[in-house]
């Protein structure tokens, strides 16, 4: 029944040392998503794609990359992480079929990443 | 600019008393849309329910409830006789209703719920 999931659950990972979380989605959504949400705060969004089509959000920094090899799959490269970046790391999905501000996005159970 | 505020930072109450979660939102817009979604100790964010501006019907599923009142800008939300499975932080969001695709969520700060037994 899982319709986003990610993995892993959990990641610990070195000072400096690259890092790749991944996201699946089953329901055949165009849009996918990645949040970054530390502890009490608010998800705060990253980036998108709509289809192939990379979007990032202005205050994004540049150690944040994306991927999306296909429909299903997007992948969160984070290539040199800092202490700041420990972070739980949600994925989020939306069909971006009519209006975007009607449809809903559907998340992941997250990706709880530590920097050592 | 659009904004969400959720002044209550976090409840205390005692299995099977009701609850009030609120929800103030500011948008310029006409047509709009507003959510909450549910965060357990897990970590998923769950999708409630969602709401267009049109639509002021009061809103009942089981235990929960969302008041919505254009007049004063608020989208709260209600569990009646709370349960410990309710524990969870509840974010309120809203996106406007542009363009087509890409859907911009504007969270709230978040209530984090404690229900004891």
């Known amino acids: 029944d899982a319709m986003v999931i990610q993995n892993p659950r959990y990641q610990v990972t070195q000072f400096g040392k690259p890092v790749t979380l991944s996201c699946s989605q089953t329901l055949n959504h165009n849009v996918m998503y990645w949040y970054q949400q530390k502890s009490s705060q608010a998800p705060k969004l990253l980036f998108h794609?709509?289809?192939?089509?990379?979007?990032n959000e202005a205050d994004t920094p540049d150690n944040f990359q994306s991927r999306r090899p296909n429909t299903s799959f997007c992948f969160l490269d984070i290539r040199s992480p800092g202490l700041g970046d420990a972070a739980m790391y949600l994925c989020a999905t939306s069909s971006g079929g009519g209006l975007a501000g009607a449809d809903t996005q559907y998340f992941g159970p997250g990706t709880r990443l530590t920097v050592l | 600019a659009q904004k969400v505020t959720q002044a209550q930072t976090e409840i205390s109450v005692v299995e099977k008393e009701d609850v009030t979660l609120d929800c103030v939102y500011e948008?310029?817009?006409?047509?709009?849309?507003l959510f909450w979604y549910k965060q357990p100790p897990s970590g998923e964010l769950v999708f409630l329910i969602r709401?267009?501006?049109?639509?002021?019907q009061n809103e009942i599923s089981g235990r929960y409830s969302w008041n919505f009142q254009k007049s004063t800008s608020s989208f709260n939300f209600t569990i009646t006789a709370s349960q410990v499975v309710d524990s969870a932080v509840y974010f309120c969001?809203?996106?406007?209703?542009?363009?087509?695709?890409?859907?911009?969520?504007?969270f709230g700060t978040g209530t984090r719920l404690l229900v004891s037994p």
């Open positions: 969001a809203l996106s406007e209703a542009k363009g087509t695709g890409f859907q911009k969520l504007v």
């Open positions: 794609y709509y289809d192939k089509d990379f979007n």
């Open positions: 948008t310029r817009d006409t047509t709009y849309y």
């Open positions: 709401r267009n501006s049109f639509d002021e």
